[in-house]
């Protein structure tokens, strides 16, 4: 199975409105990362944390190591926040940078 | 902003023809990274690279390897092409922790 458990596969969110991200790891994991995937393909690093809590502007992510999850909070969402959001971890065991990545979420915010 | 640029941004060639793609990065960083993604937009680490230190995923093909020149590039070279090769290729950069990456290269294999 997957080390690394993301949800839900797909999201919908009316603008203004918010919901929450997650991802599951079945191995202990001692950082995770956030991106958004856009339309053109790049990658958007969002977030890295080791432990605890993280907020920039509308988004908010925080990792709990010893509970095996990630989330990442969208608030008051935006037409351009549409696209795919992507958990990655590293484990323990692994070089630095060599990341896991979850499935992803695609977003979809509409007017 | 993008500091790591990537070429081509596409490319189709067919089946056992070789491929290099390029990967620049101007953040100064050590550590150098490809990652594939595939159809399904999985991604999956394929190399990374520190000071001559090459780390390679055990599931690679070996028709994949990759050359750096200096800890600013690194490029890949397929050397021959098959079908299950098409997908996006994407470079990242790291100092120590967060990844930056590139835009991507997009393989299709004819």
């Known amino acids: 199975g997957d080390q690394v458990e993301q949800s839900p596969s797909a999201l919908s969110l009316h603008e203004g409105t918010g919901s929450a991200l997650r991802c599951n790891f079945t191995t202990t994991m001692r950082a995770v990362q956030w991106f958004q995937q856009n339309s053109r393909g790049s990658l958007i690093n969002l977030f890295y944390?080791?432990?605890g809590t993280k907020e920039n502007g509308r988004l908010k992510s925080t990792f709990n190591s010893k509970e095996s999850y990630s989330t990442l909070h969208i608030r008051d969402a935006q037409l351009e926040d549409s696209g795919t959001y992507f958990c990655a971890a590293e484990a323990g065991t692994q070089v630095v940078g060599q990341l896991t990545f979850g499935r992803g979420t695609r977003l979809q915010v509409y007017a | 902003e993008t500091a790591v640029f990537q070429t081509p941004n596409y490319h189709v060639t067919q089946v056992g023809n070789e491929v290099s793609f390029n990967c620049k990065q101007t953040?100064?960083?050590?550590?150098m990274y490809w990652y594939k993604q595939d159809s399904k937009k999985l991604l999956k680490i394929m190399f990374s690279?520190?000071?001559?230190?090459?780390?390679v995923n055990e599931t690679v093909p070996r028709r994949f390897s990759p050359q750096s020149s200096d800890k600013a590039h690194l490029n890949l070279r397929i050397k021959s092409v098959e079908p299950e090769d098409s997908a996006v290729y994407l470079c990242a950069s790291s100092p120590r922790e967060r990844l930056f990456f590139g835009h991507g290269t997009k393989l299709s294999v004819l």
């Open positions: 690279y520190n000071n001559k230190q090459l780390i």
């Open positions: 953040l100064g960083h050590d550590t």
């Open positions: 944390l080791a432990s």
